[in-house]
Structures are given as C-alpha cells and as structure tokens.
C-alpha cells in the first residue's frame, strides 16, 4: 500500500514526518513525501532513501499574507492540489498522512478532491490553522492533548525509548525553541538562566537566528 507523508516548513513538524517514514519503512514500506520548495523539507528529505520519491512544491503559508497576496497563495495552493492528484494516480496513493505546517495543504486538499483517507497528526498543545480546518474531514486524528473519541494516541520514535534514563540531579536544562527558535522560549530562558546557574545547573540553549545574537550578547554580558 502506498501512503504519502505531506507536511512540514518546520523541524517540529518535519521530526515527526521522519519518524512516520521510519515506521514504514520497518514494516517494508516506503511512502513518498509531498512538501515545500520553500521551508527546510529539501534540507531534511531531498536525498532521503526511506521514501520512494520526494516531492518540493513552491506552497507557501497564508496565515501571515494580506489582500492580494492571500487570494494569489490560496490560489497556487489549488493549483498545486490538482498536481498531487496526479501524484497520488502515478503511485496509487491510498492513505495521506498529514503532520500539519504550510507544505501540507497542497495534498492534505488533494486528498479530499480524490476522496483518499486522510490522517492528521498535531504536535502542538493549540491545533494549526490548517489542521484545524482539515480535522473534520480526517478519518483519524493523532494528538497527545485532546479527548474526543476521534483523537488517537501520538506515535513516539522508538529513539526516545532506548535512550531514555531516569535522573536523581538536575545537572543541565536545554530549551529548544523548534528549528527556528520560538521568542517566547527565547525570552524565558534568559529570564531564569542567572537562577539556573545559581543552583549550579548548566544551560544548554538552541536559539534559532532570528534570537542568535540576542542571546549570545545576553549569556556573554552576564558571563553565564
């Protein structure tokens, strides 16, 4: 059977992509990803064996466009929905599988046009924009945070199992902020690192670019 993995801009959602294919793949099968030429999706996926093929549409996200520039993204974002129905006919795709983001929304509307079962994974404690209008259309939705009857349990990498351990001392804090390094992590982080110290913990901090300096000059300034 063969499935198509569609989402990502992000290494949020482009993680949990990855850990969808793996888990195919140890069951002998290999899914084609459907993305965007314009996120980080070429960067993880381009030359990814796991998938049979890999596909970089130019999508892009409408959630922070205006006027015009909204009506011409939506109106690409159908052109290329029709381009992943001929996907789905060239690979007799029976199932796609969304993980949310703006690359998604090209075949996740693809699969409605096609009448192919859909199936949605969000990772996030607030749904996004796009899963949140495809969600009543899912023939399941994956989440760790919702109840309903029709949300299912959030599939794990096996990694975090094997290296899991249980710690007796805090000794190091590590915030992550996602691939591009969320403010408000950002903010935070710098707001109880002298705390943090104080206590004798270690600070390990990924900032994403747009905070980079930010925080560099703040950890530098206060010799933390």
């Known amino acids: ?5 569609t989402g990502g801009g992000t290494g949020g959602h482009l993680a949990i992509a990855n850990a969808l294919k793996e888990e195919l793949n140890s ?15 070429k960067s993880w996926f381009e030359d990814d064996n796991g998938f049979e093929k890999t596909y970089f549409l130019d999508s892009k996200g409408v959630v922070n466009k205006r006027g015009l520039k909204k009506i011409l993204v939506l109106k690409d974002i159908l052109s290329s929905a029709f381009t992943c129905k001929d996907i789905f006919k060239a690979h007799k795709v029976k ?5 949310g983001g703006y690359s998604a929304a090209p075949a996740a509307f ?3 046009l096609t009448r192919t079962p859909l199936y949605i994974h969000e990772q996030n404690a607030v749904i996004g924009t796009l899963n949140k ?3 009543p259309f899912a023939r399941e939705f994956f989440s760790s945070y919702e109840t309903s009857s029709k949300v299912k349990e959030y599939p794990v990498s096996d990694k975090f199992f094997k290296t899991r351990k249980l710690r007796q001392k805090l000794k190091t804090v590590i915030f ?3 691939s591009q390094g969320a403010s408000y992590i950002n903010q935070l982080a710098m707001k109880i690192a002298p705390k943090l110290i104080k206590n004798g913990i270690h600070i390990i901090h990924q900032t994403g670019k747009n905070d980079y300096c930010t925080c560099k000059d703040f950890y530098e300034k206060n010799s933390l």
């Open 95 to 99: 199932a796609v599988f969304c993980v």
């Open 1 to 5: 059977m063969m499935v198509a993995i």
């Open 27 to 41: 069951r002998g099968l290999k899914p084609i990803y459907i993305g965007s030429k314009n996120g980080q999706d």
């Open 110 to 112: 693809a699969s409605l």
């Open 133 to 135: 209008i495809l969600k």
């Open 176 to 178: 992550l902020g996602g």
